[in-house]
């Protein structure tokens, strides 16, 4: 069981927009920064989102994050085949004194 | 480039240890904090270990007791010295860093595989 907690997949059309949420708590969501990571089959982690809602160099800006109490969102923009792939948000818990990920959310481009 | 490089892992009978490797190229690890990340089989991410800049250690609880992060400065790596290994630890590790006074990791390295059985 996650601390946090995502849908386990949602899907969309080429070009059409999708959302991916995540909610928390105080400990962590509601008090620290929310970062987003895809994972590509088969592949390392890279990260999305950072600081909840900014872009790393490289990212298309189809990505992007937000925040609003103890939950935030991942949203991605005219969907592509290439943006299948699994979705974890995480963020640094002040209870648990470490980092802690949503389950994963599967995202499938129909 | 900044890059990430773990090696070690490998087939290991319950009770066993391993030793993980992180080799790190284009920064200073000293200067960062360093993550050790795992994913079972089919699993989503579990955040495992942290050695901040200052030396300080934290552990999942899971592995508290048993699981040991350290750094050579030397070699710019960082270790994961895994003890008292169990069947729920086989997973890819994945080695990451998060800048000092920062919660993102970036980047990953590619991981590695530790498999627990008999």
């Known amino acids: 069981q996650s601390v946090l907690t995502q849908p386990p997949s949602v899907s969309g059309a080429p070009r059409q927009r999708v959302t991916i949420s995540c909610s928390g708590s105080?400990?962590?969501?509601?008090?620290?920064?929310v970062n987003w990571y895809q994972q590509l089959p088969g592949k390392a982690p890279k990260l999305l989102i950072y600081?909840?809602?900014l872009l790393p160099s490289g990212i298309s800006d189809r990505f992007s994050g937000s925040k609003s109490g103890t939950s935030a969102s991942l949203a991605i923009s005219g969907l592509q085949s290439e943006d299948e792939a699994d979705y974890y948000c995480?963020?640094?818990?002040?209870?648990?004194?470490?980092?802690?990920f949503g389950g994963g959310t599967k995202l499938t481009v129909l | 480039e900044v890059q990430l490089v773990e090696s070690g892992g490998g087939l290991v009978q319950p009770g066993g240890s391993l030793r993980l490797s992180c080799a790190a190229s284009?920064?200073?690890?000293?200067?960062?904090?360093m993550n050790w990340v795992r994913q079972a089989p089919g699993k989503g991410l579990q955040w495992v270990s942290v050695?901040?800049?200052?030396?300080?250690?934290d552990y999942t609880d899971s592995v508290k007791g048993r699981f040991t992060i350290s750094r050579d400065n030397s070699k710019n790596t960082v270790y994961l010295q895994m003890n008292s290994l169990r069947a729920e630890d086989t997973a890819v590790y994945y080695c990451?860093?998060?800048?000092?006074?920062?919660?993102?990791?970036?980047?990953w390295g590619q991981g590695t595989l530790v498999t627990v059985s008999s």
């Open positions: 990451a860093r998060t800048m000092v006074q920062t919660s993102w990791f970036d980047p």
């Open positions: 284009g920064f200073t690890v000293t200067d960062n904090y």
């Open positions: 050695l901040y800049s200052g030396g300080n250690t």
């Open positions: 105080s400990s962590n969501i509601g008090n620290n920064a």
């Open positions: 600081y909840d809602d």
């Open positions: 995480a963020a640094w818990d002040d209870s648990l004194r470490g980092w802690v």
